[in-house]
């Protein structure tokens, strides 16, 4: 039984995820990718993971870094998820600044954020998933609520 890519996109979609954007810094230069395929591991060791296209230029730069840095965006920073997806169509990119950081840059303005050592490289199909150990953790208690995917779309959350 063969099972249609757009299909099983359409099927996944419907978990809730939250979105985060993953930074490596390889030869001076910052890489930065928007992730939902992002997973808590291990609390003992402390182990993360998250899925990355082979093609793309950070799968390539994967095995050259040392580390990366996990931001999980605010509803605030919406623009920012487009942006680092590669969905931004405005000439001018949003405003953002990253924070050297243990691990990998962390995203200004994020919820929360881990700064991770590579810890393994799996092959999974068209993707690497790349397990981090981490080393460093933030969280801002005044960046609001976190943004959320559901569905092809960013949902709100309602917190009670």
Request: proline share 6%; glycine share 12%; charged share 20%.
């Amino acid at each position: 039984m063969s099972i249609d890519p757009r299909t099983l996109r359409q099927t996944v979609g419907r978990f809730v995820t939250g979105v985060t954007v993953i930074a490596m810094e390889v030869e001076g230069e910052i890489r930065a990718m928007t992730a939902n395929s992002f997973t808590s591991l291990s609390l003992d060791p402390p182990l993360v993971l998250f899925c990355l296209g082979k093609d793309t230029k950070a799968g390539v730069m994967i095995h050259s870094s040392p580390g990366f840095a996990v931001s999980i965006l605010s509803q605030t920073q919406r623009d920012l998820s487009s942006y680092f997806a590669g969905l931004w169509r405005d000439s001018e990119p949003p405003p953002f600044s990253f924070v050297a950081w243990d691990g990998g840059p962390r995203l200004e303005g994020c919820v929360a954020a881990m700064g991770c050592r590579i810890h393994a490289i799996h092959e999974g199909g068209d993707h690497w998933i790349v397990v981090g150990q981490v080393i460093s953790t933030y969280r801002d208690e005044l960046a609001g609520e976190p943004l959320v995917f559901f569905g092809g779309r960013y949902v709100g959350l309602q917190v009670n």
